[in-house]
């Protein structure tokens, strides 16, 4: 048996085969502190392996791709690629997992100056997002509200601003320009509201802003941007994916 990685969504893709992979471990990283199937969940994966060396560092050599990945900043939208991991047995793949929207949590590399060999460790999760924490998600365009779906927040939130709305199945599509804020919105469970915003804390670092407005109201805006004030920042493309991956309907991770 062996496996295969294959990643995809960055500057070059990354491929490592049987004669690298010695060991795999999936999981599924569900919240903790739930009473039920919780909705926020995700997937992680760690990998053990070989390096093998290319003279000059150059050439298909998958680990130094792994260790160009892992060094990527939040601040770039590539740091979240898609991952595939091949379980192979005779030739043939016999099982399969697809990772939408993975990041590096580890890498290291382990070199050895007597036996020349090294080794390295990958471990890699996906992205949790405001659809998958099971949130209702807003944004706005020049002239109305967007949002994916008719639910009972909208009906809420519509009654009390009187503003009009638009359904997009993608909020990008109804955008044409980066949007001042985006809200999630729960009626009656802000700790759902609370429990999102303290696992993306480190990801919104240097691109948002993100504040309770009322109890029921949970705001992002660009960075130096207030619910008073819109300035134009830096890091349009970051701000705007985190609308996209947050209403989406890409599929959680799988296995086949």
């Known amino acids: ?95 399969k997992y697809t990772i939408p929207n993975a990041f590096v949590m580890e890498y290291e590399e382990h070199m050895d100056d007597e036996t020349g060999v090294g080794t390295f460790y990958l471990h890699i999760k996906q992205k949790k997002e405001a659809k998958r924490a099971g949130l209702y998600v807003q944004t706005y365009n020049s002239t109305d509200l967007i949002t994916t779906k008719h639910t009972k927040e909208l009906d809420y939130y519509v009654k009390q601003a009187r503003i009009s709305y638009k359904i997009s199945p993608n909020i990008l599509d109804a955008l044409e320009e980066e949007p001042q804020k985006v809200m999630l ?7 759902k509201l609370e429990r999102f915003q303290k696992k993306n804390l480190n990801w919104e670092k240097g691109k948002c802003n993100s504040f309770f407005s ?43």
Do not use: H
């Open 1 to 95: 048996m062996g496996f295969r990685l294959a990643v995809s969504g960055g500057a070059e893709n990354i491929n490592l085969d049987e004669k690298t992979i010695q060991k795999v471990t999936f999981s599924s990283d569900s919240a903790t502190d739930s009473n039920a199937r919780a909705t926020d969940f995700g997937i992680a994966v760690k990998i053990t392996g070989k390096m093998l060396y290319k003279v000059g560092a150059d050439g298909e050599d998958g680990t130094l791709g792994l260790s160009k990945w892992s060094q990527v900043p939040s601040e770039q939208a590539d740091c979240y690629r898609n991952a595939q991991i091949d379980v192979v047995s005779a030739g043939q793949v016999v099982r």
């Open 185 to 191: 919105i729960s009626l009656d469970q802000r700790d």
């Open 214 to 256: 009322s109890s029921q109201y949970l705001e992002y805006s660009p960075k130096n941007t207030s619910k008073a004030t819109t300035k134009e920042t830096g890091g349009k493309a970051s701000f705007t994916d985190f609308i996209y991956t947050g209403s989406s309907d890409k599929k959680r991770g799988k296995y086949e």
